[in-house]
């Protein structure tokens, strides 16, 4: 079997995976609740697109495909890592305001000039 078919495989393996999950949801959870899994949700569905876009090995694909519950092992390991995304965003949003600002500066003594 090709690398493309065994990798097709796999996306269609983690895409059902992802399908149950939702369904579950939509079937055992209420609206808020559902709201509540957003975070959980969105990171099962970039972890899918990482997966997706990665130039991940045979060997890899292989042992993801015998593998149950792709997405939700992988998302498991994210959520008790030491990596802090907060902190992350903590910084880019700082970063972005500080750009902002000086943007707004900037503009406001173009303005004066005038």
């Known amino acids: ?3 493309d078919d065994l990798k097709e495989m796999l996306m269609k393996k983690i895409d059902q995976e992802l399908f149950n999950y939702k369904q579950n949801l939509i079937r055992n959870y209420t609206s808020e609740e559902i709201i509540q899994e957003a975070y959980e949700i969105n990171f099962k569905e970039q972890i899918r697109d ?3 876009s990665s130039m991940i ?3 890899e694909i ?3 495909l015998k593998t149950d519950n792709v ?3 992988l998302y498991d390991y994210w959520t ?3 990596g802090n995304i907060w902190e992350l965003l903590e910084d880019k949003v700082n ?3 500080e750009k902002m600002t000086m943007e707004y500066d900037k503009q406001k003594r173009q303005e004066k000039v005038r």
Do not use: F, N, T
């Open 1 to 3: 079997m090709s690398y």
């Open 50 to 52: 990482i997966i997706d």
């Open 57 to 59: 090995g045979r060997q």
């Open 71 to 73: 997405v939700g092992k």
């Open 95 to 97: 970063e972005k305001i």
């Open 80 to 82: 008790h890592s030491d």
């Open 62 to 64: 292989k042992v993801l």
